[in-house]
């Protein structure tokens, strides 16, 4: 893996992981070590970015130049374009220069991540070349840790947010209305951002097979337990898991 190549011109998207860092894989934490320039994504100006605080703890990067771009905590998509533009814009500079380049995200690129809205526009102007690095999800170190298979034989497997966006750009605080018939067909059930609809959840599934939640999973803060009452009187963190496993 030591030999992998980067090339010039083209963008390379990191996943790395949720959290732990040796769980970078082998060809993002090369792929990374070979590039030039890091873009990262942070929520605020005052924000750390989660993926490179991961990154640091395995690659050296004081050679490397670190460009953070701003992508606001809001779901209100009018709001988020401009900043998206100008991340492309800032990418595209740097990658049209011949600067090896990589863009890293927490989890996977393709799985409710940043990136999805850069890869829209990298798709449609075709002005670069992107190779994407999968990356493990939160997800699926919770199954792990619960060590609990979360998909065999006929099992469905859903992976969802708890809540729908709403006008104001955030997320509301209530279970998305089609939680019930999603919840009939899945055998095992992924309810990703879940905290502030954690009451709501523990009500519909109790009972009912392997109830779990996680949060900040794969860190040094990670908490897992059963899903109980308890659990919706707690200031739960945005990075949220529930996994319900049916009987």
Same mark, same amino acid.
Not at 18 to 26: A, Q, V
Not at 41 to 48: A, C, G, T, V
Not at 138 to 165: E, N, R, T, W
């Given at each position: 893996?030591?030999?992998?190549?980067?090339?010039?011109?083209?963008?390379?998207?990191?996943?790395?992981?949720?959290?732990?860092?040796?769980?970078?894989?082998?060809?993002?934490?090369?792929?990374?070590?070979?590039?030039?320039?890091?873009?990262?994504?942070?929520?605020?100006?005052?924000?750390?970015?989660?993926?490179?605080?991961?990154?640091?703890?395995?690659?050296?990067?004081?050679?490397? %130049?670190?460009?953070?771009?701003?992508?606001?905590?809001?779901?209100? %998509?009018?709001?988020?374009?401009?900043?998206?533009?100008?991340?492309? %814009?800032?990418?595209?500079?740097?990658?049209?220069?011949?600067?090896?380049? *990589?863009?890293?995200?927490?989890?996977?690129?393709?799985?409710?991540?940043?990136?999805?809205?850069?890869?829209?526009?990298?798709?449609?102007?075709?002005?670069?070349?992107?190779?994407?690095?999968?990356?493990?999800?939160?997800?699926?170190?919770?199954?792990?840790?619960?060590?609990?298979?979360?998909?065999?034989?006929?099992?469905?497997?859903?992976?969802?947010?708890?809540?729908?966006? $709403?006008?104001?750009?955030?997320?509301?605080?209530?279970?998305?209305? $089609?939680?019930?018939?999603?919840?009939?067909?899945?055998?095992?059930?992924?309810?990703?951002?879940?905290?502030?609809?954690?009451?709501?959840?523990?009500?519909?599934?109790?009972?009912?097979?392997? *109830?779990?939640?996680?949060?900040?999973?794969?860190?040094?803060?990670?908490?897992?337990?059963?899903?109980?009452?308890?659990?919706?009187?707690?200031?739960?963190?945005?990075?949220?898991?529930?996994?319900?496993?049916?009987?």
């Amino acid at each position: 893996m030591s030999g992998a190549q980067v090339i010039a011109g083209r963008l390379y998207c990191v996943g790395v992981g949720p959290g732990d860092p040796e769980l970078i894989t082998l060809k993002g934490k090369t792929v990374i070590e070979k590039c030039e320039v890091i873009f990262a994504p942070i929520k605020s100006i005052h924000s750390e970015s989660f993926a490179l605080e991961t990154v640091k703890k395995v690659v050296d990067i004081s050679g490397k %130049e670190i460009v953070k771009l701003l992508f606001p905590m809001t779901t209100k %998509e009018e709001k988020l374009i401009p900043y998206w533009q100008r991340a492309y %814009e800032t990418i595209k500079d740097k990658v049209l220069s011949g600067i090896k380049s *990589a863009f890293v995200v927490e989890g996977d690129p393709l799985i409710f991540s940043t990136f999805n809205s850069i890869l829209r526009i990298i798709k449609e102007k075709r002005e670069f070349d992107v190779e994407i690095i999968p990356g493990i999800s939160s997800f699926q170190l919770m199954g792990a840790k619960a060590k609990c298979p979360i998909a065999d034989g006929d099992d469905i497997l859903v992976v969802m947010p708890a809540s729908i966006k $709403e006008r104001s750009g955030c997320r509301t605080a209530e279970l998305r209305e $089609e939680f019930d018939d999603i919840f009939k067909i899945a055998s095992t059930l992924f309810i990703m951002k879940s905290g502030r609809v954690a009451d709501e959840i523990i009500k519909k599934v109790n009972g009912k097979g392997l *109830a779990l939640f996680g949060e900040l999973v794969g860190t040094e803060n990670e908490f897992i337990t059963e899903l109980s009452p308890e659990i919706a009187k707690r200031e739960n963190h945005y990075f949220s898991i529930i996994m319900i496993k049916k009987k």
